[in-house]
């Protein structure tokens, strides 16, 4: 018998987006959906952030500098030796798209869980509790630009990742309102209306599921 391990059939690169205050890493630290992540690692860029910050005392600009440093590193090693891995962003810029496309071209099944609030006032309210409970904070115009700008860029992902999942976080139990489904994005619920004229907007082959009645 060959003690050589298998080779996966097909790595996974997971991305775990969305505004702000959502909740992305409550989400998927807690979910108990089979084939949603389990032990897998998923790269925190905030909590990288206050690793350097208290280990190697840097200023928060060098710490943050560091962190995206490494985590380009981590996520290139992984797709260079086949191996699932995922990372948690705001995605409020394009700069994971690239990481897309090579993943693919690696043979990686990539993969978006991405989370969201219905209103950019609510982000501003789990921040701010957030920051009560000992977390980091973030500004209230950073919080209002980035949660525009996510969702600009939420078109181009959705349709070029392999499956797309969209949590409405607002009730604190996180429900499925869209999903990818055979290379259309499927609406289970009403969308955030600032996203939903997004997804109008950018043409992307959204469509929603009939109602009953």
């Not at 409550?26 to 949603?36: F, M, P, V």
């Not at 496309?101 to 609030?117: H, P, Q, S, T, W």
Request: a negative charge; glycine letters at 8%.
């Amino acid at each position: 018998m060959s003690l050589t391990p298998r080779r996966p059939e097909r790595p996974i690169l997971w991305m775990v987006a969305g505004p702000n205050g959502s909740g992305k890493s409550s989400l998927y630290n807690h979910t108990d959906i089979e084939g949603w992540g389990g032990s897998v690692w998923i790269i925190n860029p905030d909590l990288l952030t206050a690793h350097i910050l208290d280990m190697e005392h840097a200023d928060l600009e060098t710490a943050n500098l560091h962190a995206v440093e490494r985590i380009e590193e981590w996520l290139n090693a992984s797709i260079a030796v086949y191996q699932t891995i995922g990372v948690e962003t705001v995605l409020s810029s394009g700069k994971y798209r690239p990481l897309v496309e090579r993943a693919k071209a690696a043979g990686f099944e990539v993969r978006m869980i991405y989370v969201l609030l219905e209103s950019a006032q609510l982000q501003i309210d789990r921040v701010r509790q957030r920051v009560r409970n000992g977390g980091h904070d973030v500004p209230v115009d950073k919080i209002v630009a980035r949660r525009r700008r996510s969702f600009e860029q939420f078109p181009w992902f959705a349709e070029h990742v392999d499956h797309c999942y969209v949590f409405d976080n607002s009730t604190g139990e996180p429900l499925l309102v869209a999903e990818k489904v055979e290379g259309d994005l499927m609406i289970l619920h009403d969308l955030p209306s600032d996203l939903q004229r997004t997804i109008d907007d950018s043409g992307i082959f959204a469509r929603r599921l009939p109602r009953d009645g």
